[in-house]
């Protein structure tokens, strides 16, 4: 049985700064690949980043490009994501997830495992 507890949100104001963390409780956490995802009132959930298990590497999403973070303690059995320079447009709620694939980590559908949550406000 997998679980993911998200942490981190709050209210920040444009220009700061945030890391969010997912705690994983379960066994063989090195073997998952881990995804953050986000949904803003009255959009679809879209993808933001993802990092492979296999050989590490890092996918971001048009919107994080640049700005966000995306990495892993596999000993503790957390991933984060490090958000920089945030915008009223990165407000919404996000979500950790984990796959035990390592391809089409931009789709949500290859997510067998989803946090509950966390919301991120960005104000002027």
């Known amino acids: 049985q997998v679980e993911l507890h998200e942490s981190g949100g709050g209210v920040v104001q444009s220009g700061d700064s945030l890391r969010l963390s997912c705690a994983f409780g379960?066994?063989?956490?090195?073997?998952?690949?881990v995804g953050w995802f986000r949904q803003s009132p009255g959009k679809e959930r879209e993808f933001v980043s993802a990092?492979?298990?296999?050989?590490?590497?890092?996918l971001y999403g048009d919107s994080a490009k640049g700005r966000f973070i995306i990495s892993r303690d596999n000993v503790k059995k957390l991933f984060f994501l490090q958000m920089n320079n945030l915008q009223i447009e990165d407000t919404a709620v996000y979500y950790c997830?984990?796959?035990?694939?390592?391809?089409?980590?931009?789709?949500?559908?290859?997510?067998?495992?989803w946090g509950q949550g966390t919301q991120v406000t960005v104000s002027s």
């Open positions: 997830a984990v796959s035990v694939g390592w391809e089409r980590l931009r789709d949500q559908s290859h997510y067998e495992h």
């Open positions: 379960g066994s063989q956490f090195y073997s998952y690949s």
């Open positions: 990092l492979a298990w296999t050989n590490g590497a890092t």
